[in-house]
């Protein structure tokens, strides 16, 4: 007689299994900030130096003292003498007297004496190197003040930051180079089955090509890990064994896929539980696709049992995999980033269990919709299809046509 699953609610099971995985590698390395998107900062950087460095004009205009132009108007102008024009990338050659205007461009710096610039717009020659201006500017209008970004010394980047675009033209804005970031955790992949061949080779029938490796590895590096993959073991606990053994002794995790439920040949739970302590903390969850998984921890390093079902191997990972790596990798935070999307069918759904679909996410009359893909969790496309997963809490016996739902996003383009 085969054992059932005693199934767990997967929020509960998520923070229990996470708890007994080390918050962060802590070991660092020193990385080009060229080459660190996606790497997560080890400590805090601060500011060397004010951003801007000096007052630039936000404008295409004239640099003024704001107090010659109050009161100033079309029917009424101020008139100001125009000293020159400020050159780009240096310091301005003069300083500004009253009732006097410079042309300025863009981001050039201000000259002393200046604390406000016209746009252009509201300007217009009078007599030689004379212009009129039609509008009043305040103290501080169209000008970016030394240290409005960033003042010197404040922190920029917080430890535990997964640095994005923004930060790595910010640091670079700021002369920093370099940084230190934590190590990227390795995670070991192995396949499990008798039916499942690599996917260079001839396929026999009955036979099929090893998907969960390749999707699984893909996961780990958008999660910000280095996937190492060990191959294919057959349905056998001594090659598993040494297999599994291998990729502890090398790798900070290791996924198993397959070989995860309570089937007599499925002896995944078995092996990890030889691995070290505590070993298989849940077998099973209260969730579809995806309900016979294993979350375990071997002397500190997390292990986990993915069910066989390319689809459900990879709603897993989504769900399970990328916050246990963003806890390797030191990143706080466990949500998944979602939308809230109206649902344009029913969707059925047991009481007590999570049921995640995949969806393709429609935009109609500024508002999202969530069309749900009809799928079997061994089929791959149907996730291939998908923008991101409809979420059913536990507490639901299905939502209807219409109603909205928190939808994950699976980060397409
Ligand atoms: N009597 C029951 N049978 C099944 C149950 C159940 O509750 N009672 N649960 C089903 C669910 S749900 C899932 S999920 C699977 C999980 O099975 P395993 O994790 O033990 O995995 P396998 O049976 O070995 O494989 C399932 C399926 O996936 C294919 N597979 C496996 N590895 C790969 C791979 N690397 N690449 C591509 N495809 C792979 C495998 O050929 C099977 O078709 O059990 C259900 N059964
Ligand atoms: O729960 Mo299984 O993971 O549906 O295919």
Not at 66 to 78: K, N, Q, R
Not at 211 to 236: K, T
Request: hydrophobic share 40%; glycine share 10%.
């Amino acid at each position: 007689m085969p054992e059932f699953l005693e199934l767990l609610p997967p929020t509960r099971a998520l923070s229990y299994w996470l708890n007994f995985i080390p918050q962060s590698l802590k070991e660092t390395e020193r990385l080009a900030v060229v080459d660190a998107l996606g790497r997560v900062a080890a400590r805090p950087i601060f500011s060397p130096e004010p951003l801007p460095a000096f007052p630039r004009s936000s404008v295409d205009g004239y640099a003024v003292r704001a107090a010659d132009t109050f009161g100033a108007s079309e029917s009424l102008p101020a008139y100001l003498m125009v000293k020159g024009e400020l050159p780009m990338g240096t310091t301005p050659p003069f300083d500004l007297q009253p009732g006097e205007a410079a042309l300025i461009h863009t981001g050039g710096m201000l000259p002393k004496g200046s604390d406000a610039v016209v746009m252009l717009e509201y300007t217009q020659p009078s007599r030689e190197n004379e212009i009129e201006v039609l509008r009043a500017v305040a103290e501080g209008e169209n000008v970016l003040k030394p240290g409005e970004d960033v003042k010197q010394g404040e922190e920029v980047v917080a430890a535990g930051v997964r640095l994005r675009p923004p930060e790595i033209g910010g640091l670079m804005g700021l002369g920093i180079l370099e940084l230190d970031v934590l190590r990227r955790p390795r995670v070991g992949v192995l396949s499990t089955g008798d039916e499942v061949v690599p996917p260079e080779a001839a396929v026999q029938p009955g036979q099929v090509r090893d998907i969960n490796s390749y999707s699984l590895s893909a996961l780990v590096e958008q999660a910000g890990g280095i996937a190492q993959r060990y191959g294919i073991f057959p349905d056998q606990a001594a090659a598993l064994e040494a297999g599994l053994r291998k990729a502890l002794d090398e790798c900070d995790a290791v996924l198993i896929t397959a070989g995860s439920s309570a089937s007599t040949r499925d002896l995944t739970a078995e092996v990890i539980n030889r691995m070290g302590k505590p070993g298989v903390l849940v077998h099973g969850l209260n969730i579809r696709p995806g309900k016979p998984t294993i979350l375990a921890v071997c002397d500190g390093k997390p292990v986990i049992g993915l069910p066989g079902n390319p689809v459900s191997a990879l709603v897993i990972a989504y769900l399970f995999v990328q916050p246990a790596l963003n806890r390797l990798c030191g990143v706080p935070g466990l949500i998944h980033p979602a939308i809230r999307a109206k649902l344009t069918v029913n969707l059925p759904s047991q009481a007590g269990r999570e049921d995640y679909y995949p969806a393709k996410l429609v935009q109609k009359n500024n508002a999202w919709q969530a069309d749900p893909i009809f799928y079997k969790s061994n089929l791959i496309f149907s996730l291939s299809r998908a923008d991101g997963l409809i979420h059913i809490p536990e507490d639901a016996t299905g939502l209807a046509a219409g109603e909205e739902a928190d939808v994950y996003l699976l980060g397409r383009g």
